[in-house]
T-cell receptor, first 114, second 117 residues
Framework: KAGVTQTPRYLIKTRGQQVTLSCSPISGHRSVSWYQQTPGQGLQFLFEYFSETQRNKGNFPGRFSGRQFSNSRSEMNVSTLELGDSALYLC?????????????FGPGTRLTVL | AQTVTQSQPEMSVQEAETVTLSCTYDTSESDYYLFWYKQPPSRQMILVIRQEAYKQQNATENRFSVNFQKAAKSFSLKISDSQLGDAAMYFCAYRSAPRGGADGLTFGKGTHLIIQP
């Protein structure tokens, strides 16, 4: 079974631009979560989607948004990029979204904002 | 809000020895789940072991085991017979149970584990 895939793997943008990252969960998984990883703040929860609905969102500004499609693929968008948005963005999928269920992580998208 | 603290930024152990990574957390909830994740240089997060708060028995997965002390809010990871492939960042994580998975994982800052050959 294929794992979680994230595209692109690397991205370079300039301040003020916007970016869209994509995540394809494991086949059959209906929940997708997004995390931001930076050296200073560590791993922080962005949001979770289940069956196309955002169920929860972390403490991030409105510039960060996301959505999930009917095939469970998810995208996250960051508008008006800032230097501090440079990070590794990880997505994770879970079969049915239960708290105890293992979250399978993708390899991440490395975003650099210049 | 829940917090997770890993007080050891870096640990070093000889190959084949045993090492324990510490994790404490703060929560007012009684029902939750705890996890240890491993992140090797490839950046791929891998689940190592997980524990349900209502279970008193400590979880074990091969060479990995935890010491879960609910009253002390402590969740340490013991790695026995350390192998070179165990070298990685290890993250302790917390997840609330009541909302059925809507909350994300709360991670600690991580412990960098070095295995000396």
């Amino acid at each position: 079974k294929a794992g979680v895939t994230q595209t692109p793997r690397y991205l370079i943008k300039t301040r003020g631009q916007q970016v869209t990252l994509s995540c394809s969960p494991i086949s059959g998984h209906r929940s997708v979560s997004w995390y931001q990883q930076t050296p200073g703040q560590g791993l922080q929860f962005l949001f979770e989607y289940f069956s196309e609905t955002q169920r929860n969102k972390g403490n991030f500004p409105g510039r960060f948004s996301g959505r999930q499609f009917s095939n469970s693929r998810s995208e996250m968008n960051v508008s008006t990029l800032e230097l501090g948005d440079s990070a590794l963005y990880l997505c994770a999928s879970v079969r049915d979204g239960g708290s105890y269920n293992e979250q399978f992580f993708g390899p991440g998208t490395r975003l650099t904002v210049l | 809000a829940q917090t997770v603290t890993q007080s050891q930024p870096e640990m070093s152990v000889q190959e084949a020895e045993t090492v324990t990574l510490s994790c404490t957390y703060d929560t007012s909830e009684s029902d939750y789940y705890l996890f240890w994740y491993k992140q090797p240089p490839s950046r791929q997060m891998i689940l190592v072991i997980r524990q349900e708060a209502y279970k008193q028995q400590n979880a074990t997965e091969n060479r990995f085991s935890v010491n879960f002390q609910k009253a002390a809010k402590s969740f340490s990871l013991k790695i026995s017979d350390s192998q070179l492939g165990d070298a990685a960042m290890y993250f302790c994580a917390y997840r609330s149970a009541p909302r059925g998975g809507a909350d994300g994982l709360t991670f600690g800052k991580g412990t960098h584990l070095i295995i000396q050959p």
